[in-house]
């Protein structure tokens, strides 16, 4: 049977034959003459044995050696644990072979090494210094070179002093002397370890311990825990390997960090919902080896940590982070070291990895900090202001006794500034808040991983449904999509609607007042975070932040310095007795710790997001009865949210006193009329209770106050849930385009309300209106949608034209659809999901596809196509399947696409094609053809139009050339 041996096997057995083959012929008497360094030495003991029976001794007893010296080096390679690929391994051995075979190893090089091997495997390196690079070696295989190196040394001293001087002995008493050898080489290899000055016991479990340091890496940190959320129904605790997403993050060159988006419904259910980042976190840290990464409170810096340390565990990096493989990962959380000294390498497990640390072999992690490992430190901001400068020596430390270690360092801004590392080599980059595709990421992987709980409170199938109704609800709240921008908020949303059966309070004022409870206090208690001022409880907190919320939306400002915002708590602590802290500490530790207050640049203090400022003003302005203030600042874009907040938060005095007086301004301001009473209708969302007399009049103002385009829809929708009580039963009455705006207002109020509302609109024929009702579909689920909206609708002529991917398995559910257009830009399809699609005659896939293109046979009406194949290349035979095409468009095409089929589509008239070249023959083979737009991929020749005489349209769009036209 034939047995394959791999390179790697082969690698080693010549290394090990190279150190048997050289300390053979050393004590061989013709050892001096420099040819015999090319002959076996089974041919030069051989020299003196004149029977093949003692030649094949000899290759025996050979052999038997070299299998001990074999064995012995294995083990090295095993190390590896899959961070070089076997023909880098190979080299490196085969490169170790080349190194013995071109070494002098006379008798006088050996004992000028005092045949010792340290001194061997140094002269070795210091006289063949070029050998690793001559191979090609990369970092890691030099450093696998060298360990074998040094065994080898130590194999070559051990064989030379057993075989002892031979100058004067017969080649027959060598075979007897070769057994005898082989025992004695074997026991004594046995028992020296491998050693050096990290390694002093040898490194024999390194590899061993390796492996179950990572497992309880594993079992340890890939694990993602929401603190703070008062969920009742669940524990929540996910995979943070599912649950994570990529962020985007700025370098320190850029301004800050974005500051929100523009609020659309629909956006979320939309592949394309928002663009990326120019650079993502994975993209920033394989570019620097030294991070300081900075963020806001609940950013995702800690959550990146952990995902950087689970992925080295896994071997999993990819992309602009695959070098990073094969590193140990050790995680610090400064927290843990408070007012303590921060550990050296040989403590670094006591915190991460105390079950095993006793277990570790000395002098362990200063030998994987040696070979490559990953320090990730979380939280400078954790630790008090005095013991950072300590954390920067305790760093500058390490990489001086350790240059080649990869460290990410994370902290708040306000405790960091990005200059803060940046004498000991780090980058500093900070963490933005989410996009809108970033939020529907992080949705989508945080269901997925609650999946694996284990502890729901729904059965698991149910899953998608509430991950739907959460991206419709953020759909329809510009409030919900700004908390969103932040992962933890958004996590804070994905468990509570969850946990309440999909019903977030469409009174926003519990989400906020969560959000404030989870960072003033309950997360540092969750995380067992060190409090400095411990008499400082999240009440006091929340007054102090009422304080100078107030102070800074009655200045009209978002921002104020350290000295104002001092006096502003000076002033508060005045009458809180129990705190006896200066002002200013209490605002250092409420920069670093509340998570709502921040310091974005040095004495530039503001909150980390302005919904918190609005929610906690107007919480102070209900608390101080603070009505006047508020109406003088009414007709300011600037105060509304603070108002609505402010109706929510209010006693019933303040509130009808607030409530009344917008009515009345509104009587008595003419320019501010529609502004004024919209804001009071708006105030009807948060306000628990409203006065009978006010209710009415607002009732009464929302009832005559019907959308007159699609521009007022927004404004009134602004209203909220309390608008949809008031919109007309039906819209007979209206013209159609007021039907029409009419309809745009209940989809963007959105929710159950919104969805009944539509459902009575549903049978009005008009074009505009049902063409309106297809449009809101994207702001809604789209099962439910189609189920109570569209499946008895008339629709425009019967046709729908469908913009997002996710509508299509719900087109079935359309009774009258006779016409179905599918326009995707920027959203990639699954050909897959026109499966079921009806009535398909116009797709057009501007993003591409996914999947099978002859899918498209299954739909022969279709009579236009336009589709961008991705420079791949296709079997375009589907095409004559597809008997009514009479337009085609085909973009991004491979220069070598066959084209030859579009000759045979005989009702063509309209060809778009871009990426090849055509020639005059393709083209007199189009006769019927009445438009053509062309975008070669280099220089073409004009010429080639010659066969189509009789073209009523040509557009070219030409390289270096500006287009002619577009394809329509």
């Known amino acids: 049977m034939k047995v394959e041996v791999g390179v790697v096997e082969t690698a080693l057995l010549r290394a090990a034959g190279s150190v048997v083959t050289r300390a053979g012929k050393l004590w061989l008497g013709r050892r001096r003459e420099q040819r015999e360094r090319e002959t076996s030495l089974i041919e030069l003991i051989g020299a003196g044995i004149t029977d093949d029976l003692g030649l094949r001794r000899a290759a025996r007893r050979r052999d038997d050696i070299v299998d001990i010296v074999y064995e012995r080096l294995k083990p090295l390679v095993r190390r590896r644990d899959g961070r070089l690929p076997d023909n880098e391994i190979a080299a490196a051995l085969n490169a170790v072979a080349d190194t013995l075979d071109a070494a002098d190893l006379s008798d006088e090089a050996l004992f000028a090494d005092d045949v010792d091997p340290a001194l061997l495997a140094t002269r070795l390196r210091r006289e063949l210094p070029d050998v690793p690079s001559q191979a090609g070696l990369n970092e890691a295989a030099v450093h696998l070179y060298g360990r074998v190196l ?106 800050g960090p974005r500051r929100g988006f523009r609020w659309d419904p629909g956006r979320f259910r939309h592949d394309n919902a928002g663009g990326d980042a120019s650079v993502r976190a994975e993209q920033a840290l394989g570019n620097a080896d030294r991070i300081l990464l900075r963020g806001d409170a609940g950013s995702g810096k800690t959550t990146l940590l952990q995902w950087i340390a689970i992925t080295a565990a896994r071997h999993g990096f990819t992309g602009d982070l695959e070098p990073w493989n094969g590193r140990t990962p050790f995680l610090i959380r400064l927290r843990d070291y408070v007012k303590q000294a921060l550990p050296p390498p040989e403590r670094f497990l006591d915190k991460l990895a105390a079950t095993i640390a006793g277990r570790m072999p000395a002098l362990w992690v200063h030998r994987r900090l040696t070979a490559g490992a990953i320090l990730l430190v979380d939280g400078v901001d954790e630790v008090p202001e005095s013991q950072r400068r300590e954390v920067r020596e305790w760093l500058r430390g390490l990489l001086r006794e350790y240059p080649d270690l990869r460290v990410v360092v994370t902290s708040r801004p306000a405790a960091a500034s990005a200059r803060w590392l940046n004498t000991e080599g780090f980058t500093s980059i900070i963490l933005e808040r989410m996009s809108p595709a970033d939020i529907k990421a992080l949705i989508r992987h945080w269901h997925d991983a609650v999946r694996r709980a284990g502890d729901l409170p729904c059965e698991p199938h149910r899953l998608p449904g509430y991950e739907q109704r959460l991206l419709v609800q953020l759909d329809s709240s510009a409030h919900l999509q700004n908390l969103a921008a932040s992962p933890l908020l958004c996590a804070m949303l994905c468990a509570l609607n969850l946990d309440r059966d999909s019903n977030l309070p469409r009174n926003r004022m519990d989400i906020y007042q969560a959000a404030v409870d989870m960072l003033l206090h309950k997360r540092d208690d969750k995380r067992g975070v060190h409090n400095e001022l411990p008499e400082l409880t999240s009440s006091d907190q929340a007054l102090l932040l009422q304080e100078i919320a107030w102070w800074l939306t009655e200045n009209g400002r978002t921002e104020l310095s350290r000295e104002e915002a001092a006096k502003r708590l000076e002033q508060r602590l005045a009458g809180i007795r129990h705190i006896t802290a200066p002002a200013t500490a209490v605002l250092e530790h409420m920069i670093q710790r509340s998570g709502i207050l921040r310091e974005p640049i040095p004495d530039r203090i503001d909150f980390v997001h302005r919904t918190f400022q609005e929610y906690l003003a107007a919480r102070e302005a209900a608390d101080q009865g603070r009505a006047g203030a508020l109406l003088m600042h009414a007709h300011l874009d600037t105060w509304r949210e603070t108002i609505i907040l402010a109706a929510g938060h209010a006693h019933t005095p303040v509130r009808k006193e607030l409530l009344a007086g917008l009515l009345t301004l509104a009587d008595r301001q003419p320019q501010h009329t529609r502004k004024l009473r919209l804001l009071a209708a708006a105030c009807l969302e948060t306000a628990p209770a409203v006065d009978p007399e006010i209710l009415a009049r607002i009732r009464a103002f929302l009832r005559g106050l019907m959308p007159r385009s699609l521009a007022e829809a927004r404004s009134l929708a602004s209203v909220g849930e309390p608008l949809l009580v008031e919109l007309p039963k039906d819209l007979s009455t209206l013209s159609e385009a007021q039907a029409a705006a009419t309809v745009q207002t209940a989809a963007l109020v959105n929710g159950p309300t919104a969805l009944n509302t539509l459902a009575r609109y549903a049978t009005d024929p008009r074009p505009r209106v049902q063409r309106q009702l297809v449009t809101a579909w994207d702001y809604f689920d789209p099962s439910d949608y ?150 070669p991929p280099a220089a073409w020749d004009p010429g080639n139009l010659s066969p189509l005489t009789n073209l009523p349209s040509l557009s070219l769009d030409l390289p270096d050339e500006p287009p002619e036209a577009s394809p329509g």
């Open 786 to 935: 189609a189920d109570h909206v569209l499946a008895d609708a008339p629709l425009d002529n019967g046709s729908v034209t469908i913009r997002s991917a996710t509508l299509l398995p719900a087109l079935p559910r359309l009774r009258h659809l006779t016409d179905t257009h599918i326009v995707l830009q920027a959203q990639k399809l699954d050909l897959d999901l026109l499966a079921d699609v009806p009535h398909l005659t116009r797709a057009s896939f501007f993003a591409g596809f996914t999947g099978n293109i002859q899918e498209l046979a299954k739909h022969p009406d279709l009579d236009y196509l336009a589709i961008d194949v991705d420079r791949q290349r296709q079997n375009l035979s589907v095409l004559q399947e597809l008997p009514n095409l009479a337009d085609l468009g085909l973009y991004s095409l491979a220069p070598s696409q066959d084209l030859a089929v579009l000759t045979r589509l005989q009702k063509l008239s309209g060809l778009s094609l871009a990426g090849v070249l055509v020639s005059d023959e393709f083209l007199a083979g189009l006769p019927v053809l009445e438009y053509l737009w062309l975008a």
């Open 150 to 255: 040094d065994d080898c040394c130590v194999c070559v001293t051990q064989l030379v002093v057993q075989l002892g001087p031979f100058q004067a002995r017969a080649a027959v008493r060598m075979l007897e002397r070769l057994t005898t050898v082989a025992d004695s080489l074997a026991q004594v290899l046995a028992r020296v370890p491998v050693t050096s000055l990290d390694a002093p016991s040898g490194d024999r479990h390194d590899d061993e311990f390796r492996t179950r340091y990572l497992s309880h890496v594993l079992d340890k940190l890939d694990l993602l825990e929401l603190f703070g959320v008062n969920v009742h129904r669940y524990q929540l605790r996910t995979p943070l390997s599912i649950a994570y997403i990529s962020l985007a993050v700025t370098g320190t060159s850029a301004r």
